[in-house]
């Protein structure tokens, strides 16, 4: 079952806070975060297991509710660089290789 | 470090034909996945091989066919193309076994069907 993710679109300013979230009807057990610009491939950017662990890039800050199996990515402080369709892709077990991706956020940024 | 590689770039093809896909994983990984990406949307899981075996496939036809070789590099075939098969095709390597299973996506191949 495909996560949904939202807001489906958001304009900042540069400098200005953002948050993107991700939910899911299934329980799962990691939450992987990917930013894709026009034309490129996916760039990792964080993984969240549950249970707490978690690991990605140091500017990237991120949670993951198991509670409510929803995962959130705060983007601060955004910068030009920041542009571009966020994605979360979702896995229900540990065996890995095989991510179902939500629908993405289209993130710009503005000077 | 060389990251994942594809090839061709993109590609041109017509209803009917037949295509291949290849991707070289990252040095030392041992997974592949594939993926499906048409514009606007998230990509979606396609097949994902590991030590040369299948270990998940989605929901596509069966015209739609892979294999890893023993340097764990990989190709994805799709047969009797249609219209619909346009997309951008990217395959992702991981190492497995590990605590994270992070995914690192090739560049991508674009793939046009008239």
């Known amino acids: 079952q495909q996560p949904v993710q939202s807001p489906q679109a958001v304009i900042l300013r540069e400098g200005e806070d953002a948050v993107i979230n991700c939910s899911s009807s299934?329980?799962?057990?990691?939450v992987h975060w990917y930013r894709q610009k026009h034309g490129e491939a996916p760039v990792f950017l964080m993984i969240?297991?549950?249970?707490?662990e978690q690991k990605g890039h140091d500017k990237i800050s991120a949670s993951f509710n198991e509670k409510k199996q929803q995962s959130s990515l705060y983007l601060t402080a955004s910068q030009l660089s920041y542009s571009g369709t966020y994605f979360c892709g979702t896995e229900r077990d540990n065996q890995g290789g095989k991510l179902i991706f939500g629908q993405g956020t289209e993130l710009s940024v503005k000077p | 470090d060389a990251g994942v590689t594809q090839s061709p770039t993109h590609l041109i093809k017509t209803r009917g034909q037949q295509v291949t896909l290849r991707c070289s994983p990252i040095s030392g990984h041992k997974s592949v996945s594939w993926y499906q990406q048409v514009l606007g949307q998230g990509p979606q899981f396609i097949f994902q091989?590991?030590?040369?075996?299948?270990?998940g496939r989605g929901n596509f036809p069966d015209r739609f066919s892979a294999r890893q070789f023993p340097n764990y590099s990989s190709e994805l075939n799709v047969n009797a193309l249609l219209l619909g098969d346009s997309a951008l095709y990217l395959c992702a390597s991981s190492l497995l076994g590990a605590t994270y299973n992070e995914q690192f996506f090739g560049p991508g191949t674009r793939l046009t069907v008239l």
């Open positions: 969240l297991l549950k249970g707490g």
């Open positions: 299934k329980a799962l057990y990691s």
């Open positions: 091989y590991y030590e040369k075996e299948e270990r």
